[in-house]
């Protein structure tokens, strides 16, 4: 995250060119999950610090249970996992149409579209979500199409446009989502927080958001309101969003970027029952934190 001009004019034009060349989604082959080459690794971290994304292809479709994608995030930098409401035990949360249960209240739990937002946005300051995995173990018999964006791109529209529309989205009241209520008890309360901030951890971009209406409270200010339908024209624009669906033994990392998912109909055999394993954590991808 720059802090002056001339570092900004090399920022911007290094994360523009770099997500430009995202048009055709490009896979690192992972012979083993178990025991990652430095040669996969190495192109992994690569991507991660280019465009904070990275895919990757597992050879044996098979071969990544939960405990091996644990593994693998770790690998990756993800220590501190994030235990939310509807994750297991293991911290990974399985992702699939969810009938009973609290997590059929949660629309990741349903074949409903994902409107786009960050993970975990409505997270305590001292738990917010740096990075995330997602692993196909099986997908829908159609849709389910992932929507990714990487959030710099947000940063640098609206600096361009206007820094003081920045400037506005990092009050730390800028954005406040109400408190979770289930069967009349408060399970998490009312959260405020910045759009952008710097992480401290790492001294680089972070970005919390949803384009949720009815989970969210705008601060009333002319430049945020005017922030907010920027991003929303740039989350309109196929000229900046990046769409795949993920197949069988594929995944994403990435550093918490904007993302969404379209609805998805699943089959009557189990091969065509979408299933996910998804990982959340407070560490940014390759930090060393």
């Given at each position: 995250m720059p802090d002056f001009e001339s570092e900004y004019v090399a920022w911007r034009k290094s994360r523009l060119e770099s997500w430009s060349k995202l048009s055709v989604v490009d896979f690192t082959t992972i012979d083993d999950p178990k025991n990652i080459a430095d040669i996969e690794y190495q192109a992994i971290k690569a991507q991660c610090r280019q465009n904070n994304l990275a895919f990757y292809r597992i050879r044996d479709t098979k071969a990544a249970d939960k405990t091996t994608i644990r593994q693998l995030a770790a690998d990756f930098g993800m220590l501190r996992l994030d235990q939310n409401l509807c994750a297991d035990n293991d911290s990974i949360s399985s992702l699939h149409v969810m009938n009973v249960g609290r997590a059929k209240g949660y629309i990741p739990y349903t074949?409903?579209?994902?409107?786009?937002?960050?993970?975990?946005?409505?997270?305590?300051?001292?738990?917010?979500?740096?990075?995330?995995?997602?692993?196909?173990?099986?997908?829908?018999?159609?849709?389910?199409?992932?929507?990714?964006?990487?959030?710099?791109?947000?940063?640098?529209?609206?600096?361009?446009?206007?820094?003081?529309?920045?400037?506005?989205?990092?009050?730390?009241?800028?954005?406040?989502?109400?408190?979770?209520?289930?069967?009349?008890?408060e399970i998490r309360p009312v959260q405020s927080g910045p759009v952008f901030y710097r992480d401290t951890q790492t001294n680089t971009l972070q970005m919390r958001y949803t384009s949720r209406s009815r989970s969210i409270r705008w601060k009333q200010d002319s430049n945020v309101q005017q922030a907010i339908a920027m991003i929303e024209a740039c989350l309109s624009n196929n000229e900046f969003v990046l769409k795949y669906t993920l197949q069988p033994g594929e995944g994403l990392l990435c550093n918490n970027i904007l993302h969404g998912r379209s609805a998805f109909t699943n089959g009557n055999i189990p091969e065509q029952q979408r299933v996910m394993y998804r990982a959340r954590s407070y560490n940014r991808l390759f930090s060393g934190q």
């Open positions: 074949n409903s579209a994902l409107n786009w937002h960050t993970d975990g946005y409505y997270n305590q300051r001292d738990q917010y979500i740096r990075s995330f995995l997602l692993h196909c173990v099986q997908s829908a018999l159609s849709g389910g199409c992932n929507m990714l964006i990487n959030h710099e791109l947000i940063y640098i529209h609206l600096y361009d446009k206007n820094p003081s529309l920045i400037h506005s989205l990092m009050q730390p009241d800028v954005m406040t989502i109400p408190a979770n209520i289930e069967n009349g008890q």
